[in-house]
């Protein structure tokens, strides 16, 4: 910008150098009948004088001014393009600079997909860890549910404290053992006498049945899986305590029910010593 500035006042100077003044001419036309004046002509020419001095200094002047102007032009030329090279080698630092970031940003970008790539490798790691922490779950409280299921055991009497005779009836009498000893898995209600399978497997049952010999009744009880009898327990004296025994073991379906009928016309005995017990316990599931 500044050497553009310097044009214009150079032309400007040189057109100021060649723009002269005409000199008058003294073959001026002197109107008739009217006399020149010698006093009034010199004037004209020492006017003329003067201007021609002033001429020649300028002209003297002129190329010494532009030569001035030339100078003045080169040394802010060299001093602009030593100015320039400074610039373009600061903008040839700040394009290194530049690209070296560009790389440092382009190996961000790329740790950062990376990253990312791991975080979904590791999000789907941790949903497989999940699904099998959660079949592992199932597979432990499936496991604890058999287990519990496969422990399966009870023994209960008829009569908690005191002394009690049962029967005759005329008919088979369901007989409900009260007091339970040991009801693990709460298979036995002693409410209702009754056994129910939860599980399907192979059970054993025993159970013992006491009285009082009495020449008119025995004392008896049968063990009925689903109102079917299966095994009874029978003895008859007419005096002193008289007991007796039996047991079976029983493939049972989940539901089935277990259960001592006593028998027709007869008696049954017990009291805080337990002579009379029902029994049962799971062998094994199938």
Known sequence: MEVTMFFPLLLLICSH??????PESDNEITPLGKPIDNQARQPANGSQQQQQQQQQQQQKLCPQ??????????SLLAEQRVELRHLQQENDA??????KLEQQVKAKLTELEKLEQQVKEQAGELTTIKQRSNVT??????LRRETEVKRVAFSAALLTSGEIFIGPFNSFTNLVFRHVITNIGNAYNPNTGFFIAPVKGAYHFEFYICGLGNPSHASGAV???????????????????????NGATLLLEVGDVVFLNQWSNSRIYDNGNHHSTFSGHLLFTM
């Not at 150098?17 to 005409?22: I, V």
């Not at 700040?94 to 690209?99: A, G, H, N, S």
């Not at 779950?137 to 499936?142: D, F, I, K, M, S």
């Open 65 to 74: 001014d532009i030569h001035a102007v030339l100078r003045e032009m080169s």
């Open 137 to 142: 779950e199932n597979q432990v409280e499936a």
């Open 17 to 22: 150098s060649t723009a002269l003044p005409q």
């Open 223 to 245: 063990l009925v899986r689903n109102g079917q009898n299966i095994c009874i327990a029978y003895e008859h004296q007419s005096s002193n305590y008289e007991k007796s025994a």
């Open 94 to 99: 700040k394009l290194r600079e530049l690209e």
